[in-house]
Every structure is written in C-alpha cells, then in structure tokens.
C-alpha cells in the first residue's frame, strides 16, 4: 500500500501537488475542466487540513520551450472560480526561479499557487535531476495526483520524489483502487471490452487480460485484422498488416486458456470514412470489396449485451465503432447504454472510451471513468507505473 495525503500532518508543511491540468484550449479559453475538476478533492482536502500548496502541471507539447499559446494561466484563473479563492500564477520561461521560490516561501497555510508548464523545460522530460531538485525545493512534500502522466518517468512525476518524501492524492487512490480491483481481484464473471484501431497497440493488454477474464470482447477497426487472420475478405476496412499473425496467436491463446472470445457478427460498412456516406449492415464473412467497416451490426450489439449483462466487473478501452460520426456511433452508444444498466462494476479505461460515456451523457452511471488513456493502458497491462512506483510505502 502507498502513502496517501492522509498519512501526513500537513499542519506548516507546504506540498508541491503534480496535477493533470492537460485540458483543452480554445485560444485561453479552457474548453472541457474535467481535469480541473478532478484534482479538486485533494487540493480542497489540503487546504482544510492546515498546507499551503505549490501546484504543477505540463499542458500540450511546447517541446521544451517556453510557448505563450501553452501557458497554464487559464487553469489558474478558472482554479480560482472553482476554488473561491485567489490560485496565485507565478509565470516564469524556466518555471522555476528566484521569484518562483520567493513566492513559494511566503505562502501561508491556505494558499495556493500555480507554476508554469513544466514542458517549457526539456530537462522535465528528460527526468533530468538538478530540475527535480528545484521541483522539490520549492515543498516539504511531493503530492502526485496526475494519473495522466504516472507512466511517464518525467522529472515532475518521479525525479522529484529523490529529495522530499512523495505520497499520493486522491484521484491517484481512486485509479488504483478500482483498476487495481478490477484486474487483480474481481467480481466475476468479469468482462473486458477491447476497442480502438491497432491490434500490436493492444497486444500487452489483450495478453495479460487473458489470463484473468473470463469474457473477451474485441470490437472497433482491430476486429477487422481478427477477421482477415480468419480468412475473411474486410474490404477497404482498417488493416494492422503487422498484427496479423499476433492476431492469431491471441486467438489460439483465448482457446487454450477456456476464455469466451467474442468478434463483431455484423457490421456496418460504408463506401468511405464519412458521416453521410452510403452504407448498409453485411455479416462480417460479406463485407464488401469496395467498402469500408465502421460500426458493429445489430446482431453483435445485441450478442454482446447479452454477454456483458451476466457479468459483474466490466473494463472498457476503447470504442467499438466510430463513434465521432453520429451515423457510425450507434454500437458504441449500445455498449455505453448496456453497461449503464449492468448490475456491475464498471471501469472506463480513459481516452476515446471516457469521450465516448461523455458524449452520451452515461458518466455518472460508470463506476469509475480512468482520467489517463495511456496510462491505464500500461496498468492493465500489468506494467508498473513509474509515477506509482515512486510513492513512500506506509
């Protein structure tokens, strides 16, 4: 178990908090706070309980230097409205320097302040130690609660634990509690719906999940690589060349290890890659020459709601269709909508499949919404997270 906020008296301590404030900008205008709003029960829980707080985040990629158009001052102004007290911004080109510390020092318990991006320096990407350092100068205690960034090895998310002691926040419990739950000891029948376009993207995850579901789903454009390794003529559907052989060892490894593996039995295909194109519903063994697979059919939407109402633990990365296109969308919605009435525990593995439950307004009916795509991914893997790994045991 790792040390949390809890663990420490923050009575005079000042914490240096790494959120996830990578939101979408419209110009300054921030235009989702999700991630705002997710670091918020830490930074709340930390004022009440006696710390000032220095706050840290990267936002885009400015590659290293210091870009205007990837300046956190959007987030400070809107942490302000959502806090009801003054975030104070202390910009600066190397994020961290004399009057960066001077502002640090003279917090008082109560308040907070943000520093810039930390990608305005190569040297965060880089782990590189003399900026950990002045990371961690500027706290007593390293508060990671940016589960975005925990499989990355950055100088704000791991270096900066080599010189003060590093615990986690509460949106950081939350991903390891239920991801940790769902894959190491769940509630069963258990169920995994794997989606989205690569078949090699998603080798590690589908390999380490066969050893622990009991019910494997593959829906989205890799279901398409499954039914050419079958023998099946996809059309101008999406094709992981590369994935073809991996694809059939999956699915000789499904077999061996008695788990139910489920491919799409119908699709939707259309003439092209647009939402008003031509298209029609063909069983996966007539897609086509000349057309494209976009969506699940409704007989797969109906044989995997069936599947997945039996089940009790239900992880979820990656569409089933293309879901950005309202006409391509209606398996995606299906799945979304089924797993919102399941009698089960339910875990949205971020990313495409977070946007997804978001957009059909389905959220708050999920049990619990990964706020990091990649790095849930690494976890389901079974890969330890470096940003994890660092934490202080209790």
Request: proline share 4%; charged share 25%; with cysteine.
């Amino acid at each position: 178990m790792k040390k949390t906020i809890k663990d420490i008296n923050w009575e005079g301590k000042r914490a240096v908090m790494r959120c996830d404030f990578n939101v979408p900008l419209d110009g300054d205008k921030i235009t989702d706070d999700t991630r705002i709003q997710a670091a918020l029960p830490s930074i709340e829980y930390l004022l009440e309980n006696g710390a000032s707080i220095v706050l840290m985040s990267h936002l885009g990629r400015p590659k290293g230097e210091a870009k205007p158009e990837f300046s956190l001052a959007p987030v400070a102004k809107r942490l302000t409205e959502c806090l009801g007290k003054e975030v104070k911004f202390v910009p600066s080109d190397v994020v961290v320097d004399d009057n960066v510390r001077e502002a640090a020092a003279s917090l008082k318990a109560g308040d907070v302040m943000l520093i810039e991006n930390v990608r305005y320096r190569a040297e965060e990407e880089k782990n590189d130690p003399e900026f950990a350092k002045d990371l961690a100068s500027l706290g007593d205690v390293f508060v990671q609660d940016a589960f975005g960034s925990a499989h990355r090895a950055h100088a704000s998310t791991t270096g900066i634990a080599d010189y003060i002691p590093a615990v986690s926040g509460f949106l950081i419990e939350k991903e390891l509690k239920f991801l940790g739950e769902a894959v190491n000891n769940p509630k069963r029948p258990f169920a995994a719906i794997m989606g989205g376009a690569k078949v090699k993207d998603k080798i590690p995850v589908i390999t380490n999940l066969l050893d622990k579901v009991d019910i494997l789903i593959v829906g989205g454009g890799m279901a398409y690589t499954f039914f050419k390794a079958q023998g099946y003529s996809i059309g101008t559907s999406l094709l992981d060349e590369e994935g073809l052989d991996l694809a059939k060892d999956i699915l000789k490894l499904a077999e061996d290890k008695g788990v139910k593996f489920m491919l799409p039995v119908d699709v939707v295909a259309a003439d092209e890659f647009a939402n008003d194109s031509p298209h029609d519903v063909y069983a996966v063994d007539s897609i086509p020459d000349n057309r494209m697979g976009l969506d699940v059919g409704p007989e797969t939407i109906k044989l995997f709601c069936d599947a997945l109402r039996s089940a009790k633990t239900i992880v979820w990365n990656g569409p089933v269709g293309v879901f950005e296109m309202d006409t391509f969308a209606v398996g995606t919605r299906a799945i979304a909508e089924c797993l919102a009435e399941c009698d089960a525990t339910t875990v949205i593995g971020g990313g495409d499949s977070a946007a997804a439950v978001a957009k059909f307004g389905l959220a708050d009916k999920m049990t619990h919404i990964s706020t990091g795509g990649g790095a849930s991914l690494e976890f389901l893997e079974g890969r330890e997270l470096p940003g994890i790994a660092i934490l202080d045991d209790k």
